[in-house]
């Protein structure tokens, strides 16, 4: 059996008041990023500004589709068909789900 440990025995918390060593909790924040959003619409080719694609070519972000699709382009738009939502929003149909009017 062994001897129980002392108060002073390195390793223990100390009683409060009493000198000694102590660890916090420093919370990390991370910046503030859209979600990228797998799913079906990426089969389709999306409408977006043009300032947005130039944007999203010079920082990596992601940019927002007229339908609302967040992503980072990074594929040939002419190999896909045009989003059927994005196109009636372009077609004035809809109104727009990018946070712009």
Known sequence: MTEPLSPSTPGLDPEPGEPGTSTALLERTEPETQEV?????????HYVRKEKILESALSGEPVKALCGKTWVPGRDPE???????????????????DGED
């Open 37 to 45: 959003e797998p799913g079906d619409r990426e089969r389709f080719s």
């Open 79 to 97: 190999k896909f068909p045009v989003c059927p939502i994005c196109k009636e929003i372009y077609d004035g149909l809809r109104d727009p789900q």
